[in-house]
């Protein structure tokens, strides 16, 4: 439904649902153009970035608006890896947890723990919301790739400094340095997922920060909103369909039980592209890539095929409902050795960049959030004491 037959006059206020079209703040930071397919962080277009940026120079981007000098890149590099480590404290938290807890919650567990662990959480001023959202850039990878082994009944492993940001994340949660193609591709998906817009994660990040609570419990909110299967869940879900459907041949018999159902089919749709989502151009790309070389060619053929089927046979093209950034994804962390249940705490790893950066721009000029709801209750009931209630 368009926002202009979704919304709603109230008085002085209109109520769109879902806040559809609503503009909830200025920002300089990047610009999703759902009708062109275009993603643009800070005035460049992600393809560009894509190709030949990395995920620390496109953070750096996105918090302090320009591409950095070599010295900059340097500087935030070493802030970065000097803050890799978390409490000990943190990771027997994470021990603690029931191994078979979703890696998301635990995710949500470990940043709100990272939190009772920082000295300076409660403080409240932009220096310190600065110098702790740089912290948690790093300390999300650390705290993702730590349960990854835990849940496995593995050791953590420490953080090792001679690797960049994604090789050291990938080394954590996998115990293999990865090979250079790997680590390619894992980089490239970190930058597609770093940001987007006011997407529901993002917002949640925001309206709980304007409240000026401490960055932890910010993030922790954020956290939450992304792992829904509306939002940042569709990456394992997607995965799981592949996987049920198991072979080509199924695609359209799965595909019609689903449609009958009116079941949504995860990793298609999306609030503000209605053509294709220039991510999932990218990562269909690496996913048939890394799936070839990983020897699971067939996933990638079946989720093309599902595309196929649903765009054309199924027209779903003409209703721009396309594959989203979720779409993809999922066959390549599997092909990079990633249980899907990690799927989505990766794409955490990779947005926390864009919450940092969105929440570090709206600070300085922070205004509560707080709107208003429609209230269609009633208004001039009498109270009944409870004997005579019915
Ligand atoms: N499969 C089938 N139909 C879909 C669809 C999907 N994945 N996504 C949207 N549609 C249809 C809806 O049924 C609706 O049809 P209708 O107008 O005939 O009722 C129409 O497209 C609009 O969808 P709606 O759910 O109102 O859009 P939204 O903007 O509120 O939601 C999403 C956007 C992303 C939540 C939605 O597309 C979705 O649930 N997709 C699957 C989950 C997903 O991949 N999420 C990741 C997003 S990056």
Same mark, same amino acid.
């Given at each position: 439904?368009?926002?202009?037959?979704?919304?709603?006059?109230?008085?002085?206020?209109?109520?769109?649902?879902?806040?559809?079209?609503? $503009?909830?703040?200025?920002?300089?930071?990047?610009?999703?153009?759902?009708?062109?397919?275009?993603?643009?962080?800070?005035?460049? +277009?992600?393809?560009?970035?894509?190709?030949?940026?990395?995920?620390?120079?496109?953070?750096?981007?996105?918090?302090?608006?320009?591409?950095?000098?070599?010295?900059?890149? +340097?500087? =935030?590099?070493?802030?970065?890896?000097?803050?890799?480590?978390?409490?000990?404290? %943190?990771?027997?938290?994470?021990?603690?947890?029931?191994? *078979?807890?979703?890696?998301?919650?635990?995710?949500?567990?470990? %940043?709100?723990?990272?939190?009772? =662990?920082?000295?300076?959480?409660?403080?409240?001023?932009?220096?310190?919301?600065?110098?702790?959202? /740089?912290?948690? $850039?790093?300390?999300?990878?650390?705290?993702?790739?730590?349960?990854?082994?835990?849940?496995?009944?593995?050791?953590?492993?420490?953080?090792?400094?001679?690797?960049?940001?994604?090789?050291? =994340?990938? &080394?954590?949660?996998?115990?293999?340095?990865?090979?250079?193609?790997?680590?390619?591709?894992?980089?490239?998906?970190?930058?597609?997922?770093? *940001?987007?817009?006011?997407?529901?994660?993002?917002?949640?990040?925001? /309206? /709980?920060?304007?409240?000026?609570?401490?960055?932890?419990?910010? $993030?922790?909110?954020?956290?939450?909103?992304?792992?829904?299967?509306?939002?940042?869940?569709?990456?394992?879900?997607?995965?799981?369909?592949?996987?049920?459907?198991?072979?080509?041949?199924?695609?359209?018999?799965?595909?019609?039980?689903?449609?009958?159902?009116?079941?949504?089919?995860?990793?298609?749709?999306?609030?503000?592209?209605? /053509?294709?989502?220039?991510?999932?151009?990218?990562?269909?790309?690496?996913?048939?890539? %890394?799936?070839?070389?990983?020897?699971?060619?067939?996933?990638?053929?079946?989720?093309?095929?599902?595309?196929?089927?649903?765009?054309?046979?199924?027209?779903?093209?003409?209703?721009? $409902?396309?594959?989203?950034? *979720?779409?993809?994804?999922?066959?390549?962390?599997?092909?990079?050795?990633?249980? &899907?249940?990690? =799927?989505?705490?990766?794409?955490? %790893?990779?947005?926390?960049?864009?919450?940092?950066?969105?929440?570090?721009?709206?600070?300085?000029?922070?205004?509560?959030?707080?709107?208003?709801?429609?209230?269609?209750?009633?208004?001039?009931?009498?109270?009944?004491?409870?004997?005579?209630?019915?």
């Amino acid at each position: 439904m368009s926002v202009s037959t979704q919304a709603q006059k109230f008085g002085e206020a209109e109520y769109a649902k879902g806040l559809e079209g609503v $503009i909830a703040t200025e920002s300089k930071i990047g610009y999703v153009d759902g009708q062109a397919g275009r993603l643009v962080y800070r005035g460049l +277009d992600i393809q560009d970035l894509a190709e030949h940026s990395h995920y620390e120079e496109v953070a750096y981007l996105l918090l302090y608006g320009k591409l950095p000098t070599k010295a900059e890149l +340097d500087g =935030f590099d070493k802030e970065l890896k000097a803050h890799r480590a978390v409490p000990k404290e %943190v990771i027997d938290v994470l021990k603690q947890l029931p191994k *078979d807890t979703h890696p998301m919650s635990a995710l949500r567990t470990g %940043v709100s723990a990272l939190g009772c =662990f920082d000295a300076d959480a409660e403080k409240t001023d932009v220096p310190t919301y600065n110098k702790i959202g /740089v912290k948690l $850039i790093a300390q999300i990878a650390t705290i993702c790739g730590a349960f990854a082994r835990i849940r496995k009944g593995l050791a953590p492993l420490d953080p090792d400094p001679n690797l960049g940001h994604t090789a050291n =994340f990938l &080394y954590m949660a996998t115990g293999q340095k990865p090979e250079p193609l790997a680590e390619k591709v894992m980089d490239c998906s970190m930058i597609l997922h770093a *940001d987007h817009g006011m997407n529901a994660s993002t917002f949640t990040s925001m /309206v /709980v920060i304007s409240s000026l609570t401490d960055f932890y419990s910010s $993030i922790t909110a954020a956290i939450g909103s992304l792992k829904g299967p509306l939002h940042g869940g569709a990456n394992e879900h997607v995965m799981r369909m592949i996987l049920e459907i198991g072979s080509e041949d199924k695609v359209a018999a799965y595909l019609d039980d689903k449609i009958a159902n009116k079941v949504k089919v995860m990793g298609f749709g999306h609030r503000v592209y209605k /053509v294709y989502d220039p991510r999932a151009t990218v990562l269909k790309k690496y996913s048939q890539e %890394v799936t070839e070389l990983r020897g699971q060619g067939n996933y990638y053929k079946i989720a093309k095929k599902v595309e196929d089927y649903l765009l054309e046979d199924k027209g779903y093209a003409a209703k721009g $409902i396309y594959p989203n950034v *979720d779409f993809y994804s999922g066959t390549v962390y599997y092909a990079l050795g990633y249980d &899907y249940e990690l =799927f989505t705490p990766i794409f955490a %790893v990779s947005r926390i960049a864009g919450w940092v950066a969105r929440c570090l721009e709206y600070l300085p000029e922070n205004r509560i959030f707080r709107p208003r709801a429609v209230y269609k209750g009633d208004r001039d009931l009498h109270y009944v004491p409870m004997a005579d209630r019915k």
